[in-house]
């Protein structure tokens, strides 16, 4: 094991690429303290001791109004937004022609409205439009901003899928659907799931694909490590904190070719996202949360036509606990700069101690 870490340390110094097979030989590596320098060093020579944070108010569409949820979202946002991402979903009985109306409403917001879609989304709006992938991205790219997000890339393997998320787009077509993107010059981001049984041969096999389109493409912004909380009895516990720092660093490690690697405090400990700092993370993005994973699946998160609120009070209540001005202070806190960013990667004016 020493030989590996000096190893990969070499590679590191020297800004060389790290093999799969070492990769796999890191996530059997315990001393998370040795891990935490390796990261550091990948981590400080991009951004020194900038901390990026997504500023950003997130709001999830279930159907409602288009103008009516506007309205609402404008009125509760906190006075100093810059910028309004919102989760969407394609629904039972939606077409793209419905779909493109509401995109005329969003972008007429006077709060500047980004559209967070999943590739899932895409394939079925392609389907609905009876467009080509390249086509449908061009005209969502001139109607709207947009980021494609990782949410439903869970984890690339077949066995993994059919067992927790069978309904789920294939990795095939969520790698092709990122890649048109990117050729349509549309950045995204990328992420895993882990839990807290490890399987290192199926998350090396994951980061392998990603990195290698990213190699292809350079078109992947950020990738975000996402704590997955399964009903089977076998991974009832959630990832530990030790499981989600070192998961974080391989990945600073192993994907080179990407700019940020993203940590949530919305899904876990919060705590824990800004220790990640110090072992290869870069931003902090809240809007990442457990309810996002196959949220198309999931009957229970799509509301009906017209509901309103469009945030219940648990959902407020959780907003207001990550909040953007608690997030800067625990960055400071966390001695690193905090740097504001939007959603496309824009840095914003950082905030000095």
């Not at 419905?98 to 999943?118: D, H, K, N, Q, Y």
């Not at 990782?150 to 294939?170: K, Q």
């Not at 292809?216 to 912004?221: D, N, S």
Request: glycine share 6%; hydrophobic share 40%; proline share 6%.
């Amino acid at each position: 094991m020493e030989k590996l870490l000096h190893r990969v340390r070499r590679f590191v110094e020297r800004g060389e690429r790290i093999s799969p097979d070492d990769c796999r030989r890191l996530f059997e590596v315990n001393d998370l303290n040795v891990l935490s320098k390796l990261g550091r060093i990948m981590r400080e020579r991009r951004y020194g001791l900038d901390a990026h944070f997504r500023a950003i108010e997130t709001y999830r569409y279930r159907g409602e109004h288009p103008e009516l949820f506007i309205s609402e979202a404008e009125t509760i946002a906190p006075e100093d937004t810059v910028e309004l991402l919102l989760k969407i979903e394609w629904g039972a009985g939606d077409t793209w022609e419905g779909w493109r109306e509401r995109f005329v409403a969003f972008s007429s917001a006077s709060i500047p409205v980004t559209l967070s879609l999943t590739s899932s989304f895409i394939a079925r709006a392609a389907e609905g439009a009876n467009k080509g992938i390249p086509d449908l991205l061009s005209e969502l790219r001139d109607a709207i901003p947009i980021q494609i997000s990782g949410r439903d890339g869970l984890l690339f393997n077949d066995e993994w899928r059919a067992r927790h998320a069978p309904d789920s787009i294939s990795p095939e077509r969520w790698l092709a659907m990122h890649q048109r993107a990117h050729e349509a010059g549309i950045r995204t981001d990328a992420g895993m799931v882990y839990h807290s049984a490890w399987n290192p041969d199926f998350y090396v096999a994951h980061l392998d694909m990603i990195r290698s389109l990213q190699q292809k493409t350079e078109g992947f912004l950020s990738f975000t490590p996402m704590e997955w909380y399964d009903s089977d009895a076998r991974f009832l516990t959630a990832p530990t904190a030790s499981t989600t720092l070192k998961g974080i660093t391989i990945a600073r490690l192993f994907l080179d070719n990407i700019p940020h690697i993203v940590v949530s405090p919305g899904m876990g400990d919060p705590e824990t996202s800004y220790v990640a700092l110090s072992y290869g993370a870069d931003t902090i993005d809240r809007s990442v949360r457990p309810d996002d994973l196959l949220i198309e699946t999931n009957p229970l998160t799509m509301g009906t036509s017209g509901e309103l609120p469009i945030l219940s009070e648990a959902e407020q209540g959780k907003e207001k606990r990550l909040d953007l001005g608690m997030i800067e202070t625990r960055i400071l806190e966390a001695r690193f700069r905090p740097v504001p960013v939007l959603s496309n990667g824009e840095q914003l004016q950082p905030i000095d101690p």
